[in-house]
């Protein structure tokens, strides 16, 4: 980052609300807001399920569920690391890759997940197409998990970037739900092509075979 650009985006961090927000409330990321709003309009975190967090370092997401839990079981992902959290079982990996996914799956101890929450995002390259495929290609890792980690009637919260390849996504989630809507925080900034995809009642057996891994 340039100089001139670091001086830029510390400005915008300090006409931020969310950002100052998460500097007084000792919030890892401002990004712990979207959570929250999403969990406290849609009653999205019982306190006693089995979470799975999904692209979760620095840990804003993992942070908020942990203090909604009062039992359940919390499982966290990610290729970097990740400061410890109490209650927080962190797994450092490429949830694309089935090895780690069969890691997550050893941590549920044969039990299945109420709620996979992934805010996943692949490594921009400025390149729009390839940016929206990269990003399908995580949510089809995310899917391969659900197929065989996640319980019949769970919930999936993922985060998606508007564009064709998003709507491929999107349809197959939505084939795979009883239910799903299109969910775009007050905490997202405005100019962001991310949304998130809240998705309820899993039904295993429609998940094509072929987005297993």
Same mark, same amino acid.
């Given at each position: 980052?340039?100089r001139?650009?670091k *001086?830029?985006w ?15 409330s ?13 969990d406290r ?15 979760a ?13 009062? *039992? ?29 996914r069969?890691?997550?799956? +050893? ?6 997940? +109420?709620l996979?929450? !992934? ?5 921009? !390259? ?13 949510? *089809? ?23 064709? !390849? ?15 809507r ?5 905490a ?23 987005v297993s891994?």
């Open positions: 980052m340039t001139g650009g *001086g830029a510390k400005a915008m961090r300090r006409r931020d609300p969310y950002a100052r927000l998460a500097e007084r000792g919030a890892r990321a401002r990004s712990a807001y979207k959570l929250e709003e999403i309009k849609y009653r999205l975190i019982a306190p006693n399920s089995r979470v799975i967090d999904l692209g370092a620095p840990g804003s997401w993992s942070q908020y569920a942990a203090a909604r839990l009062r *039992g359940g079981a919390l499982i966290a992902v990610d290729m970097r690391a990740m400061a410890p959290l109490q209650k927080v079982r962190f797994i450092r990996g490429d949830f694309t890759a089935p090895a780690v069969a890691q997550v799956l +050893d941590a549920l101890g044969g039990a299945k997940a +109420d996979v929450l !992934s805010d996943l995002a692949p490594n921009l !390259s400025g390149i729009r197409s390839a940016d929206q495929a990269r990003a399908a290609a995580l949510l *089809g890792a995310v899917l391969a998990f659900c197929r065989r980690g996640l319980r019949p009637g769970g919930a999936l919260l993922a985060k998606l970037f508007a564009g064709e !390849s998003a709507e491929a996504v999107r349809a197959q989630i939505e084939a795979g739900f009883e239910r799903a299109g969910i775009k925080p007050d997202s900034r405005p100019q962001s092509k991310e949304f998130y995809l809240l998705a309820r009642g899993f039904r295993r057996g429609a998940i094509a075979p072929e891994g």
